[in-house]
């Protein structure tokens, strides 16, 4: 299948101030457009072009590096823009999800320093994710355009570390980039739906 951008499922402005528009036109329309550009070229070279998304980011990992960075990345960056919302964040979680938070990761609070400091401590460009691995959430990170499909687990939340994600907003600040898009930023009913499609 054909590699696709898609829409934001808001207007440019709507993650202010935490994200401003002019970030989300660079990231989505510039960068994002990239992946699914190249992606595309090079899926169709490598005859994986009839491939789902997923298939083509777990066949290319490891062997083919061009694919896998652009599939990767588009895989991750699909995501990730409905991972966010306006209003979004903080500490109110759907109730099946903080009770796997809460058993799992040591309750919300704990969630939230591990997350940030993941994110934080990911040298270089990468991700932050929870993800649901043998049947549990966990924390981890990855440089570049990799992500936990290709380390068995399934990604039900990220967040872009690479420094086009923030450098505009916060410059080199990091963590507090991590700390807007975890208290301000989070969609929680779409980690939900896929804590949901994980979990079956």
Known sequence: MAFELPELPYDYEALQPYMSKETLEYHHDKHHKAYVDNGNKLA??????????????KQS?????????????????????KWMKKGGGGKSLPGALQKAVDSDLGGYDKFRADFINAGTTQFGSGWAWLSVKNGKLEITKT??????????????????????????????????????????????????????????
Not at 175 to 200: C, H, R, T
């Open 143 to 200: 440089p570049n355009g990799e992500n936990p499909l290709v380390h068995g687990g399934s990604p039900i939340l990220g967040v872009d570390v690479w420094e086009h994600s923030y450098y505009i907003d916060y410059r080199n600040a990091r963590p507090k980039y991590l700390e807007a898009f975890v208290d301000s930023l989070i969609n929680w009913d779409y980690v939900l739906e896929m804590y949901e499609a994980a979990a079956k």
């Open 61 to 81: 990992y490891g062997k083919n590096q061009g694919l896998f960075n652009n599939a990767g990345q588009h895989y991750n960056h699909i995501h990730f823009w």
């Open 44 to 57: 169709a070279e490598a005859g994986m072009d009839g491939l789902s998304l997923e298939e083509i980011v």
